[in-house]
């Protein structure tokens, strides 16, 4: 039973447009959710976060927005840039560090 | 600073060898992690350590995986015997718990098993 799931394995946009990446879980006792980044050959980089208490939280070009009604969150990126592309893992905690993670969704941006 | 240090970053070994994969996490944290990437199960937890204590192991797939923190900045991950189902990349991450949630992986292992 996988709690955390990212659906569409891969995403193409065209650099300057809106990137945006899903994420669905299922563990209603999961409060906090993180997004990774990864490129080859290196580990996962954390990129931002968000607290289950709020809906939105925004670090420059990156943004992501939780629907606890809908289990879902999602990572906005604007506008996209060639160096955005990589695999992005979608986390949800419950204990302070274990997390859980999807499968990821490479996205590649092109020039 | 250093970040989270693991070695080998590969190791290519025989079925039924030992293998020993190490982990040095960054100064400071209090909890430490082991990750297994594989294409068809992702990025799942085998165990995690707290102060130096295992609290959840329940991903360790096998006995033949075991895990030890002998102090704070040094940790082991062993497979013995290893078989091909065991390759994989792994990966060791560390955070200071009760700062916040946020992991800090190292490169990996990228671990064969032939």
């Known amino acids: 039973d996988q709690q955390v799931k990212q659906n569409s394995p891969s995403l193409s946009v065209q650099e300057g447009r809106i990137s945006i990446l899903n994420c669905d879980y299922t563990?209603?006792?999961?409060?906090?959710f993180l997004w990774y980044k990864k490129y080859p050959a290196e580990g996962p980089t954390f990129l931002i976060s968000?607290?289950?208490?709020?809906d939105k939280n925004e670090d420059g070009r990156f943004t992501v927005f939780l629907n606890k009604s809908a289990k879902h969150l999602s990572l906005h990126i604007v506008p996209s840039q060639p160096g955005d592309s990589a695999v992005y893992f979608c986390?949800?905690?419950?204990?302070?560090?274990?997390?859980?993670f999807g499968d990821g969704t490479t996205l590649t941006v092109k020039p | 600073d250093a970040g989270v240090i693991q070695s080998p970053r590969h190791e290519v070994t025989e079925m039924g060898q030992e293998v020993t994969l190490r982990c040095k996490p960054i100064?400071?944290?209090?909890?430490l992690f082991w990750y297994r990437q594989t294409m068809m199960r992702g990025l799942e937890l085998l165990i995690y350590?707290?102060?130096?204590?295992?609290?959840?192991d329940s991903g360790m797939p096998e006995d033949r995986f075991s895990a030890k923190m002998p102090n704070a900045s040094f940790s082991t991950l062993k497979i013995q015997p290893s078989e091909p189902r065991d390759s994989a990349v792994y990966f060791c991450?560390?955070?200071?718990?009760?700062?916040?949630?946020?992991?800090?992986f190292g490169s990996g292992t990228q671990l064969s098993v032939l």
């Open positions: 991450a560390s955070t200071l718990r009760g700062y916040n949630e946020k992991l800090f």
């Open positions: 986390a949800a905690s419950e204990d302070a560090g274990k997390s859980t």
């Open positions: 563990n209603s006792m999961f409060d906090y």
């Open positions: 968000i607290s289950s208490i709020k």
């Open positions: 100064s400071g944290h209090n909890s």
């Open positions: 350590f707290n102060n130096n204590v295992p609290i959840d």
